[in-house]
């Protein structure tokens, strides 16, 4: 019998911690098989950050190191400034990246850190059960936004990929989302490429992954999929912002 | 082999020392009164074939310390109090991941802004933890330029010994000064022992994969993660306790270290050629204290003056270390106020006199 469908390489052989319907773990499957396909997975340390990823490095098979809230991009920094030839990639939700460690997300990308940023946006902190986030969006309901985000008492939410977007330092950034088959093929690409564009040593590369909280969002896993087509593309468009010319497209 | 003697200023004594060391590697944020510092490693440490890198935050530096220190180099970061509470998160997650590197605080005159003078007022924060979680680091008050050379020399094999953040406590004065110094043969990282948990990259050498973390979700492995590092600690206070004392046979003592030290010698000889029996217990280890030496004099001591350019840090650990039988006077100076060795005498002779010793 011929196996179709396995288990990356670059994932252990782990059950996750992650709520039935979580996209966190598709989110790792396309890093793991990134590792696999560009094969360097045994020059690859991840940088873990706070938030429901926290135990990322159980489900790599690589080197990783565990940060401080917010601050896997400086300790990247560190990482890579050491051992150059290390390919070092940072796996940071939204509160993480957009909120505490919004300056060394900033500055990481400013510097131009080859280094590669996995970011995961779902609109919400999840592990600390389900408070408002930067990215939490106008009118969504979340512990601390009780009533639906006022934007007039919160501000609105924070695109986080169009802020980078403008700096020199950014070989690479794109938004994708994990709501579908169609759509996580796209995100495959976009994972690949940022990796290929620390190999290249062109400069800083992030993804924005859209992705779900069922659990804190209060829905099954079908309707939070939907809800994220429905509410979080519209204000987070998917798509590249930024390319390098020397990465190569991975066509289909 | 006087020609070795190279006339240099405080802070770029510490940065050439590191880079003798062997430290490659610098991650800092500007702030007075340390700038000549990363200044200094700016440019010496690319020489070498290394990597200065000015952060945007102490937050950030010392995560990048994190990282480089994560990935098995010898690494540093200075700053001023300001910026030393700003990393006091980084110096937790360092300890609680066990991770080596050294860190230099050129204190001044506080609280908040406070001043940009010398001072050792951040004590309590340098000794006592600063940062959250049961932790210790070893902290080094030297109280001359060659000491400070010697002890960030030496800092970098203490802190790799440990696998613990080490700090150089100085001050704004130390920082400044120039004097004489000789420093250590320039030595070549990659002469190191290699360091086996490092996350490199696996690179086809090992099969398990190394982890840097401190992150112990069940309370009963953060219970031994805690024993082991409290073992540890237990082991420091062992071997890395420092101190000088001046005069072993006299019945009152000074307490003070780093630059107050300095300054409490000058006291000290006036009043001695004065006919005073008056010593000096000088801790070099801040932490660990070195109660060992107050602990040797208790026979023959008859009382303390603790002098510090603070409020009354140190002297609270004094306290501990000589007992409630002593009396333990206190003299400080705050805010970047240095204190004068005639106001230093008068306390000790005061105390003297109330005692009823011997002139
Ligand atoms: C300094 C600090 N502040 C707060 C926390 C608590 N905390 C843990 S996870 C988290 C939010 C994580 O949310 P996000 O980054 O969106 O990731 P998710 O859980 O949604 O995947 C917070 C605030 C912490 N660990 N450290
Ligand atoms: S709380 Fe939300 S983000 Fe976290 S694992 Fe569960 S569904 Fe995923």
Avoid at chain 1, 31 to 36: G, Q
Avoid at chain 1, 172 to 195: G, N
Avoid at chain 2, 189 to 209: D, M
Avoid at chain 2, 229 to 240: D, I
């Amino acid at each position: 019998m011929k196996a179709v469908f396995t288990r990356p390489q670059a994932l252990s052989d782990q059950a996750t911690h992650y709520c039935p319907g979580c996209l966190h773990g598709i989110a790792h499957r396309l890093v793991a098989e990134a590792l696999d396909e560009l094969d360097l997975t045994e020059r690859a340390v991840g940088v873990a950050s706070v938030g429901c990823s926290v135990f990322t490095y159980n489900y790599f098979d690589c080197d990783f190191q565990q940060a401080a809230h917010g601050r896997a991009p400086a300790v990247a920094t560190g990482i890579k400034r050491a051992r150059p030839d290390s390919i070092v990639f940072t796996y940071q939700g939204d509160g993480d990246l957009a909120s505490i460690g919004a300056a060394e997300a900033m500055h990481a990308a400013s510097r131009g850190e080859k280094i590669t940023v996995i970011f995961i946006n779902n609109a919400i902190y999840g592990m600390t059960g389900g408070q408002m986030a930067p990215t939490t969006l106008e009118g969504q309901r979340t512990t601390t936004s009780p009533s639906g985000r006022d934007v007039s008492l919160t501000g609105h939410p924070l695109r986080m990929s169009e802020m980078l977007q403008g700096l020199p330092g950014v070989a690479y950034l794109a938004r994708v989302s994990c709501h579908d088959v169609k759509h996580i093929r796209q995100a495959k690409q976009s994972v690949q490429k940022a990796f290929e564009v620390q190999r290249e040593g062109l400069g800083f590369a992030m993804v924005e992954l859209l992705s779900n909280c069922p659990t804190n969002w209060g829905m099954t896993p079908g309707e939070s999929l939907k809800w994220l087509e429905e509410n979080m593309i519209p204000y987070y468009p998917i798509g590249e912002l930024k390319t390098p010319e020397a990465v190569t497209d991975h066509g289909e | 082999m006087d020609q070795d003697l190279q006339l240099v200023k405080g802070n770029e004594a510490v940065a050439e020392a590191a880079a003798r060391a062997g430290c490659r590697y610098f991650f800092g944020y500007p702030i007075t009164p340390q700038n000549e510092l990363p200044a200094y490693m700016s440019w010496r440490l690319p020489e070498l074939g290394g990597v200065y890198l000015q952060a945007e935050s102490e937050v950030a530096a010392i995560n990048m310390v994190y990282g480089a220190a994560g990935a098995g180099v010898r690494v540093m970061t200075s700053s001023s109090s300001p910026g030393i509470s700003l990393k006091q998160e980084g110096i937790s997650y360092l300890a609680g991941s066990e991770l080596p590197c050294v860190i230099v605080n050129m204190v001044r005159g506080g609280p908040g802004l406070g001043s940009i003078q010398p001072a050792q007022s951040d004590y309590f924060q340098a000794t006592k933890g600063g940062g959250h979680g049961d932790y210790r680091m070893v902290v080094l008050g030297p109280s001359d330029l060659q000491e400070l050379v010697d002890l960030t020399y030496e800092s970098f094999n203490i802190a790799d010994r440990y696998r613990n953040p080490v700090m150089i406590l100085g001050d704004g004065i130390m920082g400044q000064m120039m004097e004489p110094v000789r420093f250590p043969e320039l030595l070549d990282p990659q002469t190191l022992p290699v360091k086996e948990w490092a996350t490199t990259g696996r690179g086809g050498k090992r099969k398990e994969n190394n982890l840097i973390n401190s992150l112990y979700l069940d309370a009963e492995a953060c219970w031994e993660h805690n024993q082991k590092l409290g073992e540890k600690y237990r082991q420091m206070k062992e071997n890395e306790t420092r101190w000088e004392i001046l005069y072993e046979d006299a019945e009152f003592y000074f307490a003070a270290y780093g630059t107050t030290a300095r300054i409490v010698k000058k006291a000290l000889e006036s009043l001695r050629q004065r006919g005073y029996s008056v010593g000096l217990v000088r801790p070099i280890s801040l932490w660990p204290f070195p109660d060992q030496a107050f602990a040797s004099l208790a026979e023959k001591a008859r009382g303390y003056v603790v002098v510090e350019m603070s409020m009354g840090q140190m002297v609270e650990d004094v306290r501990l270390a000589v007992g409630s039988e002593l009396p333990v006077e206190f003299i400080g100076t705050a805010g970047g106020v240095m204190p004068h060795p005639s106001d230093i005498s008068d306390k000790m002779e005061t105390l003297i006199r109330e005692v009823g010793g011997h002139k």
